[in-house]
């Protein structure tokens, strides 16, 4: 439990000492959210905008196949298991409809 708090103290001491370094140098919420939600220090406003909105959109695609593709194979398979095919066909035609691919 000792280590543990250590651990938070040191985390703590460090971003108090780091945070108005950070804020002077990113002073727009924008760039904490796209710390916070993407994993990214910061958002671009130069050259760089369009090459990061194109790698944001081609994860997102990305991640809305694997999604997409993930759920019809479990409906196949529950469809396969219980006999629920149409139910599965009618969830299928959903999240084709809904999903862009």
Known sequence: MTYCAG?????HA???KLWPDYRRQ????VSLAGVLELGTS???LNNNWNTYLNVSDMLYFDMQVRQSSFLISLLR??????GWEILAKELM???????NF
Do not use: G, I, Q, R
């Open 7 to 11: 651990d938070v103290a040191a985390t």
């Open 26 to 29: 990113f002073p727009s919420a």
């Open 42 to 44: 910061y958002l671009p």
């Open 93 to 99: 035609m959903f999240v084709k409809e809904n999903v």
């Open 14 to 16: 460090v971003f108090k």
């Open 77 to 82: 398979h529950c469809s396969d298991a219980a």
